[in-house]
């Protein structure tokens, strides 16, 4: 349950620039509120009306010049696509509410009274609501809609007129100006989840025991998207936006700036990269942890001054080492698995302690392995000159322990 547009007839005591301005900064503010995981329902008896018809002149001109409504379409079914797949909204009710939005969003918010059927079609198909549940709902989610609509179109008419005007100049969003908008999103997002709830409480009284099933699913999915677009709000808050966070990483118009982006996330990358290869790995920690020895061959080639030609022996002997690895922990997964699970779970602390060294057991081999590992890029890596720095490492850790000792002893 995502996006209602407005009905016409809901309007008629409005003046028709009024009628058309609620319109348009609905349409136009939906890209970043439909990201609220909630809907913008509907219209319906307003508490107010649009007293700056200056701005919705503006916005009404501004939506003009945006071209064909089938290329705006194309980039907002592609973006709300990209945003469900990257949060991993990937559940039967997240695709519904996905199709059911792309579906909307196809036809032209000047066409209000189609999406109103598109969208009730839906809902109606899926609930199997019949004709006096389809009329409630309807009913209930315009006026819903219309009061949170209303109640905050103050805040509401200067995003969408700036949205649409950047966008009618084919100048991509910046994080600057999206930390100016979220700021507004909050009590947005909490009115209109308490409508969506209003909504959902009045309808499930009407409903059998199956429609219920399949509402609980969905209400479940619209709370996890909703607090998690919540989490993101605050990062954009805190000026943390990209084009991405939108589903905008292929759109034309934010192309430049999605490269900016992945080459200021590259940099970082790289930076930290550089610091932890600096450091050299804790073996012991990492000897029974497949998935970290390739950062300790890095550190190591680049501690040791290899050459490709040795690097490339050495990512050689790092691969062999991981399919050994590989082959045994798949012959003994399932036993590391119920060792690992019991080490956790048993009742004493005994049946812990016991299990916990049953899992470090059958996890030594991929410690040998590790130790295997380090011994062949000593050996087959390093150029004598190289092993004689190992050597000069080793005999100093041995005085260095035996100075220790001493010490102790005193």
Partial sequence: MFEMPVNNTDWRRFHPDRRMGVRVVRRFVAPALALLSLSAFGAGPPNQTLDNLKEVKQLEEQAKRMGPWENEAGTITEA?????????????PDRFSLDLINQVSRIDPWHPAQREEVFFNGLQVRYGLTPDQRSLVSREMRTESMTVTMKHLTEIMPVALEIA??????????AEQVQKWSKQFGPIMDDALAAVQRVEQKLRKTMTPQQREILDVDMKAVLKRHHAIEKMVKDWQAGKW??????????????AAMAAYHQ???????????????????????????????????????YYKCDQRQRGMAATILKSSQKQAADYLSARRRDIEKARRLSESA????GRKYHAAELKRLRKPISDIFNSLCARLEKQVLTRQQQQMIDAEKTK???????????AKK
Avoid: M
């Fill in 80 to 92: 709300y696509t990209n945003i469900f797949a990257k949060n991993g909204w990937d559940s039967e």
């Fill in 165 to 174: 005007q950047t966008r009618a100049q084919q100048k991509p969003f910046t």
């Fill in 242 to 255: 990209n084009p991405g966070d939108w589903g905008l990483e292929n759109d034309p118009i934010h192309a």
């Fill in 264 to 302: 200021k996330q590259a940099e970082r990358t790289q930076l930290v990269e550089a610091a932890l290869l600096k450091k050299k790995p804790d073996l012991n920690a990492i000897s029974s942890d497949e998935s970290a020895w390739e950062r300790y061959v890095k550190w190591f080639c680049n």
């Fill in 347 to 350: 009742q004493s602390e005994a």
């Fill in 397 to 407: 850790k041995a005085r260095q322990q035996a100075d220790k000792d001493i010490a």
